[in-house]
């Protein structure tokens, strides 16, 4: 049956490994080639009415709308490309929506290069690598009776599959790598290293 399971998790892994290869990982919008489109609206308005217009503006590309500014009268557009055009027409249409007289200056747009995938990681290597010592320092202390070597290396072990099995799973489903991702993988990883610590107090009590 372990067998199985491990022969199954190699697979998934292996795929993964491929799917990143040739495709890479399905990065998030946000973290893609894009244009950020400011505009003030000077007034509280509906998210709803903004994704109307910029679909209307922007018809065959993904926009994203947000508020922004410090009174939230502010909207930011994310959008892939933006033509001269487009900036003028959304203008036009802003002002007839909410009674503006912004010109065309008005409306701020700021290219946002992609993001690397090593430059989402990076934040969480320092943090990681100090959980992950202090962790194992830990657990090679505590069951020391039963084989620190082998405790530390097992929790390692499945540690890494854990994540590897997580990452693999997100290039299969091509799902977008956000903000979400990587505190998500990372309390996978924390909470495999806790459930092996009970594995391992529980080989300690009949050592004892």
Known sequence: MKNKVFIGLSIVILIGIIVVAVFGFNVDFAYK???????KIGQDFNISDIEVI???VFSNQKVEVQKAGVYSDNVVIRVEEISEEQKASLNTKLNEKFGLDNTVEDIEVNYIPSFRIRDIVKPYIVPMLIFSVVIFAYMGIRFRKIGSGKVVAQALVLGVIAELLFM???????????RLVLPVGVVIYGVILTVLNGMFEKQMSLHE
């Open 33 to 39: 080639n894009h244009h950020l489109v400011d505009v």
């Open 54 to 56: 910029a679909k209307e």
């Open 168 to 178: 693999a799973i997100i290039a299969i489903t091509r799902y977008p790598v956000n």
